[in-house]
């Protein structure tokens, strides 16, 4: 089997003290003020350092960055399409392999690194970044950033949009308060559980930059392709001032909503405030305390955030892996037999028919009472709730 070329010595960011004081993602771009996806495209740069091609998937990052003459990014950098990332960082990769074993170019280490955004990384290009997953002769980088939603084409859902948040496609209504229904998907999980053979996979945000510089040394240094998932609060989509952009992100972290992780060589290890909560050291906050604070859940009454805690106290209490691994353990002991051995209690099919409207687990719910009990808010009362922004109308 072939073996991936060499990789560049990165040594470890343990702390901010480490992190080189060079900029390869400078001023000059447009993103809004606030935006916690751009961070960490300048923590990444910093991170990888001048021997690196960058491709960028359409986005708010590609976007946003390149305005007529003008680019913020001081390594080389290329923009793919939507859906591309995978299949630019293979063939960046096999190009520049081809052309150092013709001579053509000097041999030497070079970082590829592809981003894409969550519509970009998480559904269109989710296939082409399994496909590079699995080319494990080349060395690259899949970085995906979160900010949950189709920014750039003005906060659509995404596959990675959170259950109930507002966007574009998901209006709260009259009749239907909740339309966005579906429960956000495990990516870096997925990822990790189909591709054994890829070095290291890791979860992380610019809230925590030092963390997440650490992981893209750590998968530069791996070697063979690799993917990292970065969750960035984005002031537009989600409605909220952009000065609580990195104290989302923590929050994010602290009601364990959003786990922190790195897999190395198929060996997961929870990383920061994550390995806190789940070592007992740290006890998770409300998710409430998250979800309030932003306009997009400003809709949200007692029965929501109660389902919403029960699905992040799920994947606490009933994945095999907290958080990662979206099964639980449930016996007997029968692999062939009609009772399987490994059962995902996780997903409820409260009322659902195969012959009418299917049915919602957060629709059990319904009957936790709205009484204003504590500092409330309704939908009549936003402008109670300082925390909460009103829609800003996209
Ligand atoms: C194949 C294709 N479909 C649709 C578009 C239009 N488009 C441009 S950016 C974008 C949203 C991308 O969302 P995401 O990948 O989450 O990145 P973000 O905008 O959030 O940074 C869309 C739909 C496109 N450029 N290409
Ligand atoms: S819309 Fe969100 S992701 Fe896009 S530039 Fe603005 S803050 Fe950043």
């Given at each position: 089997m072939e073996t991936p070329g060499r990789v560049l010595k990165l040594d470890p960011i343990r702390s901010?003290?480490?992190?080189?004081?060079?900029?390869?993602?400078?001023?000059?771009?447009?993103?809004c003020q606030g935006c916690l996806s751009s961070l960490p495209m300048r923590l990444m740069a910093k991170a990888a350092g001048p021997r690196t091609i960058v491709l960028g998937s359409t986005g708010c990052m590609y976007v946003a960055n390149t305005t007529y003459m003008t680019t913020p990014w001081v390594v080389p950098w290329m923009h793919t399409q939507l859906g591309a990332a995978g299949s630019a960082a293979v063939g960046t990769a096999a190009g520049l392999k081809a052309l150092m074993r013709k001579g053509k170019i000097k041999d030497e280490p070079i970082n590829v690194i592809a981003f894409c955004g969550d519509g970009g990384g998480a559904d269109m290009?989710?296939?082409?970044?399994?496909?590079?997953?699995?080319?494990?002769?080349?060395?690259?980088?899949?970085?995906?950033?979160?900010?949950?939603?189709?920014?750039n084409t003005d906060i659509q859902t995404s596959g990675q949009t959170p259950w109930g948040a507002v966007t574009t496609f998901s209006p709260p209504g009259k009749k239907h308060r909740i339309m966005q229904r579906r429960w956000k998907k495990n990516v870096p999980g997925m990822l990790a559980a189909g591709h054994p053979d890829t070095r290291y996979i890791a979860s992380g945000t610019p809230a925590m930059p030092v963390d997440m510089m650490d992981k893209v040394r750590a998968a530069l240094r791996a070697g063979g392709p690799t993917y990292i998932h970065v969750l960035d609060p984005c002031p537009k989509g989600w409605h909220y001032d952009p000065e609580h952009s990195v104290e989302l992100g923590k929050l994010a972290l602290e009601t364990g909503i959003y786990p922190l992780y790195e897999i190395k060589d198929g060996v997961l290890e929870?990383?920061?405030?994550?390995?806190?909560?789940?070592?007992?050291?740290?006890r998770r906050k409300?998710?409430?305390?998250?979800?309030?604070?932003?306009?997009?859940?400003?809709h949200f009454k007692n029965q929501d955030y109660a389902y919403f805690q029960k699905k992040v106290d799920e994947m606490w209490e009933q994945w095999i892996i907290p958080c990662v691994v979206a099964f639980s353990y449930g016996g007997p002991i029968n692999i062939t037999g009609?009772?399987?051995?490994?059962?995902?209690?996780?997903?409820?099919?409260?009322?659902?028919?195969w012959t009418g409207e299917p049915g919602h687990a957060h629709e059990q719910y319904e009957g936790v009472s709205d009484a204003p009990s504590e500092?409330?808010?309704?939908?009549?009362r936003l402008d109670e709730y300082p925390n909460a922004l009103p829609s800003t109308g996209h």
């Open positions: 901010i003290k480490k992190a080189p004081v060079e900029e390869y993602f400078e001023s000059g771009h447009r993103t290009g989710l296939s082409a970044i399994s496909a590079a997953l699995t080319d494990i002769e080349y060395n690259l980088l899949i970085f995906l950033y979160d900010n949950e939603s189709y920014a929870f990383t920061g405030i994550t390995k806190q909560i789940a070592t007992g050291r740290r409300p998710v409430r305390e998250y979800l309030e604070k932003q306009g997009r859940f400003a009609s009772e399987p051995r490994v059962r995902n209690k996780n997903v409820e099919r409260v009322n659902a028919s500092p409330w808010r309704d939908d009549n």
